[in-house]
């Protein structure tokens, strides 16, 4: 939670030591609960160190975690494993120049946006339109389109109106 570059680097050592032990077989959702965090403690040492091997390591992760979370099954689980890929990808798709990443960071918000429902979790589905905004503002400033620009303007604005409301944007 610090941002401790030590910190994280023993977090994501201490997941992969668990991993080696865990296997998808024998203890599904804890295999997936690691993967997901080893996910976002090497997207989060991306953060300081901005290498893209390791971004694509944690969307590696994240695609294991999403083999057990399933949107059917276990809805909220997925979201969370869903919202966390997007957002790499979307850092990956900035970094990368990518276009492609960019679109595929959209999407997999607005499939989270069908679980993280305003009325059901008002602060993720906030949280899961900024980061629909960001990806779609990154796509719209690289392609030049304005469709891709007025929609991070709306999912701003909705996450922002949610935030003001609950006197979390102060």
Not at 50 to 79: C, N
Not at 134 to 149: E, I, Q, R, V
């Amino acid at each position: 939670r610090t941002g401790d570059k030590s910190a994280l680097g023993e977090a994501a050592d201490s997941y992969r030591s668990a991993l080696r032990i865990l296997t998808m077989d024998d203890n599904a959702f804890e295999w997936a609960a690691v993967n997901n965090r080893l996910g976002e403690a090497l997207f989060r040492l991306d953060f300081e160190s901005g290498d893209i091997e390791m971004l694509k390591h944690a969307i590696s992760a994240f695609q294991s975690a999403l083999q057990v979370y399933t949107r059917t099954k276990t809805p909220m689980r997925w979201a969370e494993a869903m919202n966390n890929l997007a957002q790499v990808t979307q850092v990956l798709g900035e970094q990368l120049k990518s276009a492609e990443a960019l679109e595929k960071a959209t999407q997999a918000c607005r499939v989270v946006l069908e679980v993280r429902t305003k009325s059901k979790t008002p602060v993720l589905w906030a949280a899961t339109q900024n980061n629909l905004g960001s990806a779609l503002f990154l796509l719209g400033k690289m392609t030049k389109n304005m469709d891709h620009l007025l929609g991070a303007a709306e999912a701003f604005d909705l996450a922002g109106s949610l935030y003001q409301s609950r006197g979390m944007g102060k």
